[in-house]
């Protein structure tokens, strides 16, 4: 059972444009969501994250949304720049427990 | 800024040979992981360690794996008998508290052949 979906696979963007990524999870119980964000050849590092009590979060020129009742959250990047090119993942985790993680969404910013 | 180091960063091995990946997480992180990335697929969980015991695994971390933390610095994870499939990016990654930031290191690519 795959816990946490993500979607689009891929995404180009203008630069300047919004990149949206979409997440979507099965377990109710998992109480963190945070996006991690990968350039090729090194590990994930933490974009932003987010727990149930609040709907949105934002850091700058990134915003997570969440929707609980749908059991789903996005990552919006405002103002998109080619130095945000890189593979995107989702994630979700029960406290203390392991993090599943979406399959990844490559992110393209065309200048 | 601290990091999470891995050793070493590509190695290339024979099916059936044993392999050990290291990993020095950040120095006041009690909670250790590994993560496994196949090539162009998603991060998946293999097993956790706290307080010199396995706290969780996944079912892909079967008896071919082992992990240990042979000191107060070093963070382990071995590989008895490789196969094919084995080949992946190996991340460590450890936590201060059970429901602190994860960070990652840069992983170690293993290559079975």
């Known amino acids: 059972q795959q816990q946490v979906k993500q979607s689009p696979q891929s995404l180009i963007v203008q630069k300047g444009g919004i990149s949206i990524i979409n997440c979507a999870y099965e377990n109710t119980a998992f109480d963190y969501f945070p996006w991690y964000q990968q350039f090729p050849g090194k590990g994930p590092a933490l974009l932003i994250a987010?727990?149930?009590?609040?709907s949105e979060k934002k850091e700058g020129r990134f915003t997570i949304s969440f929707n609980k009742s749908a059991k789903q959250f996005s990552l919006h990047i405002m103002d998109s720049q080619p130095g945000d090119s890189a593979t995107y993942f989702c994630?979700?985790?029960?406290?203390?427990?392991?993090?599943?993680f979406g399959t990844g969404t490559s992110l393209t910013v065309i200048p | 800024e601290p990091e999470v180091t891995q050793t070493p960063s590509h190695q290339v091995t024979q099916m059936g040979q044993e392999v050990i990946l290291r990993c020095v997480p950040i120095s006041n992180h009690l909670y250790f992981y590994w993560y496994r990335q196949i090539l162009g697929q998603k991060v998946e969980f293999l097993v956790s360690f706290y307080n010199n015991e396995i706290s969780e695994k996944s079912e892909i971390f079967d008896d071919q794996f082992s992990v240990e933390r042979p000191d107060g610095s070093n963070f382990t994870l071995k590989i008895r008998s490789t196969k094919l499939e084995d080949s992946a990016m190996y991340f460590c990654?450890?936590?201060?508290?059970?429901?602190?930031?994860?960070?990652f290191g840069e992983g170690s690519r293993l290559t079975v052949l």
């Open positions: 987010i727990r149930p009590d609040v």
């Open positions: 990654a450890s936590r201060v508290t059970n429901t602190g930031e994860l960070f």
């Open positions: 994630a979700a985790s029960l406290s203390g427990n392991q993090f599943y």
